[in-house]
């Protein structure tokens, strides 16, 4: 899998856009962008994926670049419960590759009331 | 009703004793996983089964031995706890082909 590259930490006040980045600058082509959320104490949950186009839902919108080197989670109006660390995982989508996610440390997202 | 399900949610133990987790899930997914999550946060795979069979086994003590009797459960079982297995372990599942993996909602263990 690929490895992410994410900011230790954002702070987003409650209400606005929360913008997280992500680096993956070794993805390959048939590499899918996800991304997990796990709120403390917590176990992970999945928030949305994509492999090129731009995609959203419920929860949240995923843009990727055009070269697919980077991406952006963003939660529209950002809660208090919101506050969660936000892991961005590379992988294949279906296959052998496409059972194991490889979490990294992931961005710290405090939102401030 | 939850979806996936771990029992117990807290575990404490002496070193040396034998232990067991276990796992539900509801979902009709045909893999599930167990992760562990150490003191810093880190989360790493353990294990994964699709349909009964082990698919990922990753560099783990011969000491936890998970058994999947049929697709909703996996159970994890830990012979002679050490203090190092202390840790919160997570039970996940999911549905091939998009593998969108569901969590439990974890075990913590605590070795004395």
């Known amino acids: 899998d690929a490895k992410t590259t994410q900011p230790t930490s954002m702070d987003c006040a409650e209400g606005r856009a929360a913008n997280l980045p992500c680096n993956h600058s070794?993805?390959?082509?048939?590499?899918?962008v996800y991304w997990y959320r796990q709120i403390h104490s917590q176990g992970p949950q999945y928030i949305i994926h994509g492999l090129k186009n731009n995609e959203t839902n419920e929860m949240a919108s995923l843009i990727i670049t055009e070269d697919r080197k980077s991406s952006t989670l963003i939660l529209p109006h950002a809660t208090l419960r919101d506050t969660a660390v936000y892991y961005c995982?590379?992988?294949?989508?279906?296959?052998?590759?496409?059972?194991?996610?490889?979490f990294g440390k992931g961005t710290k997202l405090s939102v401030i009331p | 009703d939850t979806a996936v399900s771990q029992t117990p949610k807290y575990l404490v133990t002496q070193m040396g004793n034998d232990k067991s987790i276990k796992c539900e899930q509801n979902l009709g997914h045909d893999t599930m996983y167990w992760y562990k999550q150490d003191s810093k946060k880190f989360l790493k795979i353990m294990f994964s089964?699709?349909?009964?069979?082990?698919?990922i086994n990753e560099t783990v003590p011969n000491r936890f031995s998970p058994k999947s009797p049929d697709k909703a459960h996996l159970n994890l079982h830990i012979n002679s706890l050490e203090l190092g297995d202390s840790a919160v372990y997570f039970c996940a599942s999911s549905l091939s082909p998009k593998n969108i993996q569901y969590f439990g909602a974890g075990t913590r263990l605590s070795v004395l």
């Open positions: 995982i590379v992988r294949l989508f279906s296959g052998a590759g496409s059972y194991q996610l490889t």
């Open positions: 089964y699709n349909n009964k069979e082990l698919i």
């Open positions: 070794t993805i390959s082509g048939n590499e899918y």
